[in-house]
């Protein structure tokens, strides 16, 4: 087995390794227009269903900072009328990384645990943004990771 050479020390003292990592810009394919909580609910979904789809593996998803973008005079009538239309955006990166800690979480039959974790950070990892990696270092990994032997 090959170990992987970035990890991060989880808060309960165990090492969480990334082993893969994908990244993709938000919002790819917006021709016009302005990003809104509408479509960042849409990004946060896709990130989430490819993670599930890639890594086999349970999702976890860092919750990501919404910003409010400014309304411009045109748009404050339709934004008073449809409030989800308001203008607004998450960071540019979309981050969903693979990470396995070579202990069980909870079954300890096996030898591993693996879990997906989705973020969103304004510029391409590594490095991977402090608040993200604080998130992880305190997430229930026990409840959330998936345990498994190769």
């Not at 994908?22 to 479509?39: D, E, N, R």
């Not at 989430?48 to 900072?65: D, E, M, Q, T, W």
């Amino acid at each position: 087995m090959i170990e992987a050479k970035y990890h991060i020390r989880h808060n309960s003292g165990r090492k969480l390794y990334l082993h893969s990592l994908w990244q993709s810009y938000t919002h790819v394919g917006l021709m016009a227009g302005h990003t809104t909580f509408v479509s960042n609910r849409h990004e946060i979904a896709k990130a989430i269903k490819f993670g599930k789809a890639k890594f086999k593996l349970p999702v976890y998803l860092i919750k990501p900072r919404e910003f409010s973008v400014p309304v411009s005079d045109i748009d404050k009538e339709m934004v008073s009328q449809h409030p989800e239309l308001s203008p607004a955006r998450i960071p540019e990166i979309a981050c969903i990384g693979e990470f396995e800690s070579y202990d069980a979480a909870r079954d300890h039959n096996h030898c591993f645990s693996a879990l997906t974790i989705v973020w969103f950070q304004e510029s391409f990892a590594l490095p991977i943004e402090d608040f993200v990696l604080r998130d992880i270092q305190s997430l229930n990994w026990i409840n959330l990771a998936h345990d498994y032997s190769p």
